[in-house]
């Protein structure tokens, strides 16, 4: 599938197009461009927990809500885990991020859910059948645990969906060209060791593609970006390469 960069509200965004081709979803995998925060943090930092003035972060966080047409953003204090929040309501204004929680979960309208990344993945599902979105925060520890998989589940249980009526969309993230990890032994299990493509170097995108579809979704319906955030930083933000910085964001969202 191609994905495509686009203006949206002053802000540029990544959009896949297996999403965009739904009218009754809005999505935009950020850049890092087009805020109000100063270095290490510029521009667009949507974390408050990385150093960044709550008043920017707030500030980010309205452009970006602005610019997708959203009522409001709901955001996850991201831990690496495996725990899900199913949103019901729209959020108050200025209310707290949801507590250890990597995987939002809505079939609200006009809510956008928020995933963080300056290196993970934010890897969105959307079921039509149900009206049901999620945002998942993946990086390498939630894919050692399967988030992805525990996310299709969750949909299943929680929401009534059917892993072969899912979409996914994996935005842009650590590539194979920059995924190191000279500890993998362990790091990883033995059996993902085969996703290393040269001496101690790993292709994330093709591991949370295999999980997705262990996990019941069809190729056709795998959307990966191809985007390799520490390679591109005048794009996105990377742990990898500067280590303080800020984070993007990547928010979907159903239309009332």
Not at 115 to 129: E, F, G, R, S, T
Not at 236 to 254: C, D, K, M, N
């Amino acid at each position: 599938m191609a994905w495509y960069l686009e203006a949206s509200g002053g802000l540029k965004c990544y959009r896949s197009s297996l999403l965009a081709a739904f009218k009754e979803l809005v999505h935009g995998f950020f850049t890092r461009r087009g805020g109000v925060s100063p270095p290490p943090y510029s521009q667009l930092n949507l974390s408050f927990a990385v150093g960044d003035e709550t008043a920017n972060v707030a500030h980010n966080r309205l452009l970006v809500q602005q610019a997708l047409g959203l009522l409001s953003l709901a955001g996850a204090a991201q831990v690496h885990g495996k725990r899900e929040a199913v949103l019901t309501n729209n959020p108050e204004a200025g209310a707290a991020e949801i507590p250890e929680v990597d995987m939002l979960i809505t079939a609200q309208p006009n809510l956008g859910l928020l995933i963080k990344q300056a290196d993970c993945q934010a890897v969105m599902l959307y079921d039509p059948v149900r009206r049901v979105v999620a945002n998942v925060h993946c990086g390498w520890r939630g894919q050692v645990s399967n988030i992805l998989g525990q996310a299709v589940r969750c949909l299943e249980q929680r929401c009534g969906s059917r892993p072969g009526d899912l979409y996914a969309a994996v935005g842009p993230s650590l590539g194979p060209c920059c995924a190191e990890f000279r500890h993998f032994r362990r790091e990883f299990p033995p059996h993902l060791w085969t996703y290393q493509v040269r001496p101690t170097f790993f292709d994330l995108w093709a591991l949370s593609r295999d999980q997705l579809q262990a996990a019941g979704l069809t190729p056709a319906r795998i959307d990966l970006a191809d985007l390799c955030t520490r390679c591109r930083g005048e794009e996105f933000f990377s742990y990898r390469r500067e280590g303080l910085t800020g984070r993007q964001g990547a928010v979907i969202a159903l239309r009332p």
